[in-house]
């Protein structure tokens, strides 16, 4: 009787480091998710800089 109780604990004990790796993953997921679009936003903006920045260099060369 021992053997069969403890192939049912191990296994529930599997589960359990499974789920709480699932979480685990899921956050981290989350996480990325993140600074991913943090990234993007900041791309965009570095881009609009620099395509103001551009323009007032083409007016500046045009005006000499």
């Known amino acids: ?3 069969p109780m ?3 604990v191990v296994g529930f004990l599997g589960i ?3 789920g709480v ?4 993953v899921f956050v ?3 996480r990325l998710g993140k600074q991913v ?3 993007a936003r900041r791309i965009s ?3 609009d800089d620099l395509e103001r920045a551009a323009v007032g260099v083409a007016r500046s ?3 000499v």
Request: aromatic share 12%; proline share 0%; glycine share 0%.
């Open 6 to 8: 403890f192939a049912i």
């Open 45 to 47: 903006q570095a881009a």
């Open 16 to 18: 359990a480091v499974l």
């Open 28 to 30: 981290e997921a989350e």
């Open 37 to 39: 679009t943090d990234s």
């Open 21 to 24: 790796l699932a979480v685990r």
């Open 61 to 63: 060369v045009d005006a």
């Open 1 to 3: 009787m021992f053997w």
